[in-house]
């Protein structure tokens, strides 16, 4: 079985990124798996706490850039939906969230040093 990824377009974007900010997308995209299965479960695990932390580590990854608002507003609309516990708006918010990060991380990449 394949795990699902919810952060296909960060994950790309991080491939060139420095070895930590591939793991904490990576970590976030774990912990975003572990939350979906509690959402579908009906459950009320600790993944759901554990999610928000890690997707804040990735989203101080883009702090200082234009889109820095856009990516914590996905964050707040992710954190929304899990705890409501609504899965289609969880992962519709994901669609915006992997967006905003990936476009912040694909511009670091391009910047000259």
């Known amino acids: 079985m394949v795990d699902p990824v919810f952060l296909p377009l960060t994950m790309a974007a991080a491939d060139d990124c420095t070895s930590g900010v591939r793991s904490v997308a990576e970590a976030a995209n774990r912990a975003a798996a572990d939350c979906w299965a509690?959402?579908?479960?009906?459950?009320?695990?600790?993944?759901?706490?554990?999610l928000i932390l890690t997707l804040h580590d990735l989203s101080e990854a883009t702090v200082g850039s234009s889109h820095y608002r856009r990516?914590?507003?996905a964050e707040c609309r992710i954190d929304e939906a899990v705890r409501e516990g609504d899965g289609a708006e969880y992962a519709e918010a994901f669609v915006g969230y992997d967006q905003a990060v990936a476009t912040v991380l694909s511009r670091l990449?391009?910047?000259?040093?």
């Open 38 to 50: 509690a959402l579908l479960g009906g459950c009320n695990s600790r993944s759901r706490d554990r």
């Open 71 to 73: 990516v914590m507003q």
């Open 109 to 113: 990449r391009s910047t000259p040093a």
